[in-house]
């Protein structure tokens, strides 16, 4: 069993930064690979970024590219989604997720809600404009 816990979510200006953190339970956190996912109200969750279990693949949509950088820290087991630049439509709930079957990659496996074991209750992130 993995637990998962978000934190670092709140209100922002557009044009400012939060950095979320995902602490998790667990001996073999190094062994996961790691995603943030967002849900906006009446949106389907949709994916953010993702880090390889061995933190030396780094996948993001195309919309957070260049603001968003996605890091972990196995000696913590936490991962972390510093975001800069952000702007009204980063607006949502922020998502940490697992996944324990590293034997896949790729983006397009990242960028799957299937792909994912274990989800976090979600951090809201608010930019006002």
């Known amino acids: 069993q993995v637990q998962l816990v978000e934190s670092g979510g709140g209100l922002v200006q557009a044009g400012g930064s939060l950095r979320l953190s995902c602490a998790a339970s667990?001996?073999?956190?190094?062994?996961?690979?790691m995603a943030w996912f967002r849900q906006a109200p009446g949106k389907e969750r949709e994916f953010v970024a993702a880090i390889s279990w061995r933190g030396d693949n780094t996948y993001y949509t195309d919309s957070v590219k260049g603001r968003f950088s996605i890091s972990r820290d196995n000696a913590k087991n936490t991962v972390y989604l510093q975001m800069n630049s952000l702007k009204s439509e980063d607006t949502a709930v922020y998502y940490c997720a697992a996944d324990l079957d590293i034997v896949y990659s790729g983006y397009y496996y990242h960028t799957l809600l299937s792909s994912y074991d274990y989800w976090g209750q979600g951090t809201q992130v608010t930019v006002s404009s």
């Open positions: 667990g001996r073999t956190f190094r062994s996961y690979h």
